[in-house]
């Protein structure tokens, strides 16, 4: 039988408080671990407090991540980890360029565009949760909620501080263009943002058509002007020619959970 070691003994009642009084909870959390710690390994002092100190960054980084995460709204919480690389049709080296992010330094944009299914949605979302891991700001977005963003700010006339603050993101994520025709309001919103965000916030779209065919879903002025802005500093990917990832899985049995008896 394995012996649970001994917790260690609670903080004293005035140091829990003055760790409450200044709000540090991860130290508060730690730190009769630590000082146990400390005091069995006859520790120096300024190692207690490096490693006190330590855990409570460690505690408000990891926060702050979350918190992050949880703002940008992202939404299926998927990563570069479960994101296969061999059966993209995107080159490995360009990949592993844009996971560097450098381009979102740049304010540089992504345009990721082909078939349905081919991974396009994925591979921006890992993206996305792969900057908030490097400490940047995301927000995702579809048509449907910048339309809908549009139509909220319109009425008391607050549309450019929205959009505003929308691009206060480091990165803004634009999924699935293309799917449907582009509602005027749509056209007029995805416009707005793009201009906005040119040359000083980063972009990454995807779609199930080329930009250039966008003029076939919105009218044709605002579709080069739109376009004209996107592509100027941007990073233009195909996933043609790759299977659509959600019907293999599908036709190898792979889109669900076996039933069992």
């Not at 360029?97 to 330094?105: C, D, K, N, R």
């Not at 002025?221 to 592509?231: E, G, Q, W, Y």
Request: aromatic content about 4%; overall charge neutral.
């Amino acid at each position: 039988m394995t012996l649970k070691a001994p917790a260690a003994p609670p903080l004293p009642a005035e140091l829990e408080a003055l760790l409450r009084r200044l709000r540090l909870p991860y130290m508060r959390a730690a730190a009769p671990d630590v000082l146990a710690s400390a005091t069995a390994q006859r520790w120096e002092p300024a190692e207690v407090l490096r490693v006190l100190l330590a855990e409570e960054a460690a505690g408000r980084d990891h926060a702050t991540t979350e918190h992050r995460r949880r703002a940008s709204q992202l939404p299926a919480g998927k990563t570069l980890h479960a994101w296969d690389a061999n059966a993209s049709a995107i080159p490995k080296a360009t990949q592993h360029a844009l996971a560097t992010l450098e381009w979102v330094g740049r304010a540089e944009n992504l345009v990721v565009c082909g078939p349905s299914g081919t991974g396009k949605s994925h591979y921006v979302e890992a993206l996305g949760h792969q900057a908030i891991e490097r400490g940047k700001t995301v927000a995702w977005h579809t048509l449907e909620t910048l339309t809908q963003l549009l139509r909220r700010h319109r009425a008391d006339d607050t549309t450019t501080k929205a959009i505003a603050k929308l691009i206060r993101a480091d990165l803004i994520v634009i999924d699935d263009v293309g799917l449907l025709p582009i509602h005027p309001d749509a056209a007029e919103a995805l416009f707005r943002l793009v201009d906005a965000a040119y040359e000083k916030r980063s972009i990454a779209l995807t779609s199930n058509i080329h930009p250039a065919g966008f003029d076939e879903l919105m009218p044709k002025p605002l579709a080069a002007a739109t376009v004209d802005r996107l592509l100027h500093h941007a990073h233009l990917v195909i996933t043609d020619g790759t299977e659509s990832y959600r019907l293999t899985q599908a036709t190898n049995g792979k889109g669900v959970i076996p039933l069992t008896t």
